[in-house]
Protein backbone atom coordinates (compact mmCIF):
# COMPACT_ATOMS: atom_id res chain seq x y z
CA UNK A 1 0.00 0.00 0.00
CA UNK A 2 1.45 3.34 -1.01
CA UNK A 3 2.78 5.64 1.99
CA UNK A 4 0.38 8.46 2.64
CA UNK A 5 1.81 11.67 2.14
CA UNK A 6 -0.31 13.87 3.71
CA UNK A 7 1.93 13.21 7.59
CA UNK A 8 4.49 15.21 5.84
CA UNK A 9 3.06 18.27 4.71
CA UNK A 10 4.32 20.38 8.10
CA UNK A 11 8.43 21.12 7.57
CA UNK A 12 11.38 23.09 9.03
CA UNK A 13 10.92 26.60 10.07
CA UNK A 14 9.73 28.36 6.43
CA UNK A 15 13.00 30.76 6.62
CA UNK A 16 15.13 27.95 6.49
CA UNK A 17 13.68 25.90 3.99
CA UNK A 18 13.64 28.67 1.94
CA UNK A 19 17.59 29.59 2.56
CA UNK A 20 18.35 25.93 2.06
CA UNK A 21 16.05 26.04 -0.85
CA UNK A 22 18.24 28.90 -2.33
CA UNK A 23 21.46 27.02 -1.63
CA UNK A 24 20.60 23.44 -2.81
CA UNK A 25 17.68 23.19 -4.80
CA UNK A 26 17.08 19.75 -6.01
CA UNK A 27 20.47 18.10 -4.75
CA UNK A 28 18.71 18.71 -1.54
CA UNK A 29 14.70 17.23 -3.18
CA UNK A 30 13.86 21.26 -2.57
CA UNK A 31 10.92 21.56 -4.97
CA UNK A 32 11.30 25.83 -5.79
CA UNK A 33 11.32 28.04 -8.41
CA UNK A 34 15.08 29.53 -7.69
CA UNK A 35 16.01 26.24 -8.62
CA UNK A 36 18.02 26.51 -12.24
CA UNK A 37 17.25 22.89 -13.62
CA UNK A 38 14.18 21.91 -14.86
CA UNK A 39 14.15 18.05 -15.34
CA UNK A 40 11.60 16.52 -17.66
CA UNK A 41 11.42 12.48 -18.06
CA UNK A 42 8.00 12.30 -19.77
CA UNK A 43 5.75 11.25 -16.81
CA UNK A 44 8.23 8.43 -16.37
CA UNK A 45 11.20 9.39 -13.63
CA UNK A 46 13.50 7.61 -11.10
CA UNK A 47 12.21 9.85 -8.11
CA UNK A 48 8.92 8.39 -8.55
CA UNK A 49 10.58 5.17 -9.15
CA UNK A 50 12.67 5.22 -5.93
CA UNK A 51 9.62 6.02 -3.58
CA UNK A 52 7.69 3.18 -5.52
CA UNK A 53 10.11 0.75 -4.24
CA UNK A 54 10.58 1.89 -1.03
CA UNK A 55 6.99 1.84 -0.67
CA UNK A 56 7.16 -1.56 -1.51
CA UNK A 57 10.00 -2.39 0.59
CA UNK A 58 9.46 -0.20 4.09
CA UNK A 59 7.59 -2.65 6.50
CA UNK A 60 6.85 -1.67 9.77
CA UNK A 61 9.79 -4.17 11.19
CA UNK A 62 12.46 -2.45 8.49
CA UNK A 63 15.40 -0.56 9.84
CA UNK A 64 16.23 2.07 7.39
CA UNK A 65 19.36 4.08 6.61
CA UNK A 66 19.23 7.15 4.69
CA UNK A 67 22.80 7.80 3.26
CA UNK A 68 23.06 11.45 2.44
CA UNK A 69 19.50 12.06 4.04
CA UNK A 70 19.49 15.87 3.72
CA UNK A 71 16.45 18.16 5.34
CA UNK A 72 15.05 14.80 6.03
CA UNK A 73 11.97 14.63 3.19
CA UNK A 74 12.37 11.24 2.51
CA UNK A 75 12.76 10.02 6.05
CA UNK A 76 10.14 12.10 7.49
CA UNK A 77 8.04 10.24 4.94
CA UNK A 78 9.05 6.91 5.64
CA UNK A 79 9.69 7.07 9.49
CA UNK A 80 6.31 6.30 10.53
CA UNK A 81 5.82 3.38 8.60
CA UNK A 82 9.37 1.36 9.74
CA UNK A 83 10.48 0.45 12.95
CA UNK A 84 13.50 2.74 12.97
CA UNK A 85 15.25 5.01 10.66
CA UNK A 86 18.15 6.77 10.86
CA UNK A 87 20.43 9.19 8.41
CA UNK A 88 23.41 10.13 7.64
CA UNK A 89 24.77 13.22 5.91
CA UNK A 90 27.60 15.75 6.13
CA UNK A 91 26.04 19.49 5.83
CA UNK A 92 25.11 20.73 8.80
CA UNK A 93 22.69 23.31 7.80
CA UNK A 94 20.74 20.73 5.76
CA UNK A 95 21.17 18.15 9.06
CA UNK A 96 19.34 21.25 11.35
CA UNK A 97 16.44 21.33 8.89
CA UNK A 98 15.87 17.41 9.16
CA UNK A 99 15.75 17.45 13.11
CA UNK A 100 13.43 20.75 12.94
CA UNK A 101 11.05 18.96 10.57
CA UNK A 102 11.60 15.59 12.65
CA UNK A 103 10.47 17.21 15.75
CA UNK A 104 7.62 19.51 13.62
CA UNK A 105 6.21 15.74 12.72
CA UNK A 106 6.46 14.06 16.61
CA UNK A 107 8.93 11.58 14.99
CA UNK A 108 10.60 9.30 17.95
CA UNK A 109 11.95 6.97 15.65
CA UNK A 110 14.34 8.51 13.81
CA UNK A 111 18.11 9.36 14.43
CA UNK A 112 19.93 11.69 13.22
CA UNK A 113 23.90 11.82 12.24
CA UNK A 114 26.34 14.33 11.16
CA UNK A 115 29.41 12.93 8.96
CA UNK A 116 30.88 11.63 5.67
CA UNK A 117 29.92 8.31 4.57
CA UNK A 118 33.67 8.32 2.86
CA UNK A 119 35.15 8.44 6.34
CA UNK A 120 34.94 5.25 8.96
CA UNK A 121 35.04 7.01 12.06
CA UNK A 122 31.51 8.94 11.05
CA UNK A 123 30.33 5.45 10.13
CA UNK A 124 31.49 4.31 13.36
CA UNK A 125 28.86 6.14 14.59
CA UNK A 126 26.13 4.01 13.25
CA UNK A 127 25.11 0.68 14.88
CA UNK A 128 26.35 -2.78 14.09
CA UNK A 129 24.17 -5.37 12.05
CA UNK A 130 21.10 -3.05 12.29
CA UNK A 131 19.76 -1.86 8.95
CA UNK A 132 18.13 -4.44 6.42
CA UNK A 133 16.99 -1.16 4.15
CA UNK A 134 19.31 1.67 2.90
CA UNK A 135 18.37 4.19 0.73
CA UNK A 136 20.46 7.20 -1.13
CA UNK A 137 18.53 9.80 -2.74
CA UNK A 138 21.42 11.07 -5.28
CA UNK A 139 23.54 10.69 -2.60
CA UNK A 140 26.75 9.00 -1.47
CA UNK A 141 27.44 5.31 -2.35
CA UNK A 142 27.30 2.44 -0.02
CA UNK A 143 31.45 2.21 0.98
CA UNK A 144 33.09 -0.38 2.83
CA UNK A 145 32.57 0.97 6.10
CA UNK A 146 28.79 0.87 6.07
CA UNK A 147 29.00 -2.98 4.85
CA UNK A 148 29.24 -4.32 8.68
CA UNK A 149 26.73 -2.04 9.22
CA UNK A 150 24.25 -4.13 7.31
CA UNK A 151 21.80 -7.26 8.26
CA UNK A 152 22.38 -9.88 6.19
CA UNK A 153 19.03 -9.78 3.71
CA UNK A 154 19.69 -5.62 3.47
CA UNK A 155 18.49 -4.17 0.39
CA UNK A 156 19.72 -0.88 -1.01
CA UNK A 157 17.83 1.40 -2.87
CA UNK A 158 19.81 4.25 -4.84
CA UNK A 159 18.68 6.76 -7.46
CA UNK A 160 22.43 7.80 -9.66
CA UNK A 161 22.70 10.81 -11.67
CA UNK A 162 24.87 10.58 -14.13
CA UNK A 163 25.61 13.08 -17.46
CA UNK A 164 26.58 10.45 -20.08
CA UNK A 165 26.49 13.00 -23.03
CA UNK A 166 28.89 15.24 -21.68
CA UNK A 167 27.32 18.36 -20.97
CA UNK A 168 28.69 19.17 -17.78
CA UNK A 169 32.09 19.20 -19.21
CA UNK A 170 30.91 21.10 -22.20
CA UNK A 171 30.06 23.71 -20.28
CA UNK A 172 32.61 24.27 -17.78
CA UNK A 173 30.78 22.54 -14.59
CA UNK A 174 33.21 19.10 -14.81
CA UNK A 175 32.74 17.49 -11.35
CA UNK A 176 35.75 16.32 -9.63
CA UNK A 177 34.75 12.52 -10.04
CA UNK A 178 36.05 9.58 -11.95
CA UNK A 179 35.05 9.71 -15.68
CA UNK A 180 32.31 6.79 -15.84
CA UNK A 181 33.64 6.21 -19.40
CA UNK A 182 30.58 4.05 -21.58
CA UNK A 183 29.39 1.89 -19.10
CA UNK A 184 25.83 2.65 -17.42
CA UNK A 185 25.97 0.32 -15.03
CA UNK A 186 29.59 1.37 -13.36
CA UNK A 187 28.09 1.53 -9.76
CA UNK A 188 26.41 -2.16 -10.16
CA UNK A 189 31.06 -3.44 -11.20
CA UNK A 190 31.94 -0.96 -7.88
CA UNK A 191 29.00 -2.80 -5.39
CA UNK A 192 29.89 -6.24 -6.56
CA UNK A 193 33.56 -5.44 -5.70
CA UNK A 194 31.92 -5.23 -1.90
CA UNK A 195 29.61 -8.39 -2.44
CA UNK A 196 26.50 -6.47 -3.40
CA UNK A 197 24.48 -8.25 -6.10
CA UNK A 198 21.94 -6.04 -8.12
CA UNK A 199 18.15 -7.21 -8.54
CA UNK A 200 17.37 -4.97 -10.67
CA UNK A 201 18.42 -1.35 -12.43
CA UNK A 202 16.51 0.54 -14.73
CA UNK A 203 17.83 3.44 -16.90
CA UNK A 204 16.26 7.10 -17.78
CA UNK A 205 16.76 9.03 -20.04
CA UNK A 206 15.63 12.99 -20.08
CA UNK A 207 15.70 16.47 -20.61
CA UNK A 208 17.14 18.90 -18.55
CA UNK A 209 16.91 22.74 -18.93
CA UNK A 210 18.67 25.80 -17.86
CA UNK A 211 15.72 28.16 -17.12
CA UNK A 212 17.76 31.19 -18.66
CA UNK A 213 21.40 32.65 -19.60
CA UNK A 214 22.39 33.74 -16.13
CA UNK A 215 21.92 30.92 -14.58
CA UNK A 216 23.97 29.14 -16.79
CA UNK A 217 26.48 31.63 -16.10
Same mark, same amino acid.
Given at each position: ??????? &???? !?????????????? @? *????? $?????????? *???????????????? !???????????????? &????????? =??????????????????????????????????? =?????????????????? @????????????? +??? =?????????????????????? +? &????????????????????????? @? $? +??? *? *?? @????????? =?
Amino acid at each position: MPIDLTA &TAVS !APVELDEALARRYG @S *YASYV $TDVDPVLVET *YGDGPAAEVDRLLDLL !AGPCSRVLDLGCGAGF &TLCRLAPHV =ASIWGLDLEEDLLAAARARVASLGIDNATLVLGNV =AEADDVAQLPDNTFDLVL @SRRGPNVTQAVLP +KLA =ADALVVQELFQDPLGLLQMFGR +K &TFVADIGNNPHWLVDEYSWLGLLPV @S $T +KSY *Y *YD @SFLRDADHL =A
